[in-house]
């Protein structure tokens, strides 16, 4: 995002793992410096080396040891971290030294904020939100609404919640489906299987595993589902359902509670209620054109809110403050 609007980024990450393929397959350089666990102390030399040779206006960290390693050797360069997970903030005399020195926390929900995950930090926060690619992900056509299918995207996790998109299938009119997308994580495609099995919609339900692209997926859908029983800091699967133009029914926990805007773009059930679930997909089987306003609306909270252009003119002013007002696009930035 930042790269496409006028930025130099050099990406540090683990050399052939997965943010330095991401990161060369859209297009940018990446030093390919491993800070990650036992690799951390070999890895402070050669990331001060880049430090020096880049001489960043900024250094992003996602991850705390990008930030106790840019704390250690470029105290002199300010520094924001991004919280990406549901993780609480760590404590301790060393942390506390590495939060000092840390100018800027980004949350990207205010959920974060209002929970506490600020912790005990004295310093700058902001709430920035992730992006969603608004250009990539966008409706192709109109939902055949006479075949309702629930799309349902996240790791196969007892987190996630499918079950609860399972049980609320059973108590659904014959003619709706839904799909899972995701990999296995803790449970396998089969035990889902097996679990819709003894409530006799294995039928009905698609366990799709790991997609790669999963735009086709959601441009079957009439409506998007996310039944998690926690976690989702950032709902990276309702952003892109949402800004292909789908509703959302959205458990009521963390960042969905910022991401939906209940009755407008989605609708809100209790985390784990699958007969409010069924009842809220009920509905808008039998409504079909507050699916497709509520899908326009969560379109247009997206481009308005979540693209690329928007969040990419709040992170230039925040940006902007931390490097007093020098030209942000002659700037290199280090995430």
């Known amino acids: ?75 002199d360069i300010p520094m924001v971290r991004i919280r990406c997970d549901i993780r609480r903030p760590r404590s301790g005399k060393l942390w506390k030294m590495v939060d000092r020195r840390t100018d800027l926390v980004v949350f990207p929900s205010s959920f974060m904020i209002e929970k506490g995950y600020i912790g005990e930090r004295k310093g700058n926060v902001a709430v920035i939100p992730h992006p969603v690619d608004t250009d990539f992900f966008a409706p192709d056509r109109a939902p055949d609404l006479s075949e309702p299918l629930l799309v349902s995207i996240g790791r196969l996790s007892p987190v996630k919640g499918h079950r609860t998109l399972i049980k609320a299938l059973k108590l659904l009119p014959e003619e709706v489906k839904a799909i899972i997308v995701g990999a296995p994580s803790q449970q396998s495609a089969g035990e889902l299987k097996a679990f819709a099995e003894s409530l006799g919609v294995e039928r009905r339900l698609t366990l799709a595993g790991k997609v790669e692209d999963v735009r086709d997926i959601i441009a079957r859908g009439t409506t998007g589902v996310i039944t998690s029983l926690g976690s989702e800091v950032v709902s990276r699967a309702g952003m892109e359902m949402m800004s292909s133009g789908l509703p959302v029914l959205a458990a009521a926990t963390n960042g969905l509670l910022d991401l939906v805007n209940d009755s407008r773009t989605g609708l809100f059930h209790s985390p784990g209620n699958f007969r409010q679930l069924a009842s809220q997909a009920e509905f808008l089987v039998r409504n079909p054109s507050l699916v497709l306003r509520m899908g326009r609306r969560a379109r247009k909270m997206c481009i308005d809110t979540l693209s690329y252009p928007v969040v990419a003119e709040q992170w230039n002013i925040a940006l902007t403050k931390l490097t007093k007002g020098n030209r942000i696009p002659s700037g290199r930035y280090l995430q």
């Open 1 to 75: 995002m930042m790269a496409e609007t006028g930025h130099t980024v050099i990406v540090q990450a683990a050399p052939d793992g997965p943010v330095s393929r991401a990161a060369a397959s859209g297009g940018l350089e990446c030093a390919g410096v491993n800070l990650q666990k036992s690799a951390f102390v070999t890895g402070l030399l050669p990331f001060r080396r880049l430090i020096k040779d880049f001489v960043p206006d900024v250094i992003c960290t996602t991850r705390a040891d990008g930030q106790t390693a840019s704390a250690m050797v470029a105290g």
